[in-house]
């Protein structure tokens, strides 16, 4: 079983319509991406997104000191989970401390982490048992990260927020999932500038393959934006009072510059931030306009090909013959 979205977390999906295979996610970066242009972000109360910093020789050689590093990817591609865990893994065993936030465990989840930590200290299946409550993820494929996390003594925090909160926000609004206090905190309270809502809507609808209804749209942004708020601020929370450093495991659309996490870190931290997209190589026919337009999204990518996978698309086409019918769930 892998994530629902290859582009984000798991997200409500009220009829359980699939999410597009991560193939789409250039024609999905590209159009959002064009989307946020055309519309302008003046006057936007969140910061505006950082300018991208002056890429050193390999972006690995920043996994060091006070870098808070977001690096994405794409949920079910084994290749792009070994290579990200072989560049953590050389940056640990080279001294750097960071604390792990992680997407893939609801924050509720966080006491259950600490438990299995003092249960079985280096014990990752136990902890992704304990801990890992979450539907949709392949966790055999974070095993190996996590196990580094606990060989390495290293922070583990929870990032993510719940199926369960998120429906109620796409349901009923943020009210559902955070209290006041709470919303002001995370910066939810701020109007968000039309041309993010609109690319999102927009990014959202294409991960579904068009198959979301319309009605569903506004619901489905305010929970992704919820999600973002929420893992930039457990970045917040734990940042070392000495300055140390963060890495966030995270879906690629969470990580973008210019709709996800960065956007609700605040200036001080975005100049620190690292964004890294672990995706699949440009499918035939997506046009170099649209693959510059996604790599603007992140500091740097690591690219592998694409896996073999069913296309989801297909199970939202009505029948052969029967053009007139509602698409199917699947």
Same mark, same amino acid.
């Given at each position: ?8 977390? %798991? !997200?409500? &999906? ?18 959002? !991406?064009?989307?946020?242009? /055309? ?5 936007? +109360? ?5 300018? &991208?910093?002056?890429?050193? %020789? ?8 006070? !870098?808070? /590093? ?26 750097? &401390?960071?604390?792990?936030?992680? @997407? ?9 982490? @600490? ?27 974070? @095993? ?31 009210? =559902?999932?955070? %209290? ?8 939810? !309270?701020?109007?968000? %500038? ?18 979301? #209804? +319309? ?6 942004? &305010? ?8 893992? =930039? ?70 690219? =592998? ?14 029948? #052969? ?10």
């Amino acid at each position: 079983m892998r994530a629902s979205c290859s582009n984000s977390a %798991p !997200t409500e &999906r009220p009829s359980d319509t699939p999410c597009h295979p991560a193939r789409r996610h250039w024609l999905s970066l590209g159009a959002a !991406t064009a989307t946020l242009g /055309a519309l302008g972000l003046a006057g936007c +109360a969140l910061p505006s997104a950082p300018p &991208r910093p002056a890429a050193p %020789p390999g972006w690995q050689s920043r996994l060091r000191g006070n !870098t808070l /590093a977001l690096l994405g990817e794409t949920h079910d591609h084994p290749e792009l989970h070994q290579r990200r865990l072989t560049a953590l893994r050389a940056a640990f065993e080279a001294g750097w &401390r960071p604390t792990v936030v992680m @997407e893939q465990f609801d924050t509720e989840r966080q006491d259950a982490i @600490e438990r299995a930590r003092s249960e079985r200290p280096d014990d990752a299946a136990h902890l992704i048992t304990r801990a890992g409550a979450a539907r949709g993820w392949d966790w055999p494929l974070y @095993e190996p990260l996590i196990a580094l996390v606990l060989r390495q003594r290293l922070l583990l925090v929870a990032g993510n927020l719940s199926r369960a909160r998120a429906s109620g926000v796409v349901r009923q609004g943020y009210g =559902a999932a955070f %209290p006041p206090e709470e919303q002001a905190r995370l910066g939810l !309270t701020q109007p968000l %500038p039309a041309g993010l809502e609109a690319a999102q809507r927009h990014e959202i609808d294409v991960a579904h393959c068009g198959g979301m #209804p +319309a009605a569903m749209l506004d619901g489905m942004a &305010r929970a992704q934006f919820a999600r973002d708020a929420l893992m =930039a601020e457990r970045i917040r929370a734990y940042v070392p009072a000495g300055g140390g450093g963060v890495v966030l495991i995270a879906g690629n659309g969470h990580v973008r510059r210019d709709l996800g996490v960065p956007r609700w870190l605040g200036t001080g931290l975005q100049n620190r931030t690292l964004v890294v997209g672990f995706i699949e190589r440009r499918p035939p026919g997506v046009t170099p306009d649209t693959v510059a337009a996604a790599s603007a999204a992140y500091d740097a990518t690591v690219a =592998a090909e694409p896996v073999d996978r069913p296309d989801p698309c297909r199970a939202l086409m009505p029948p #052969p013959g029967r053009p007139g019918d509602p698409p199917a769930s699947g």
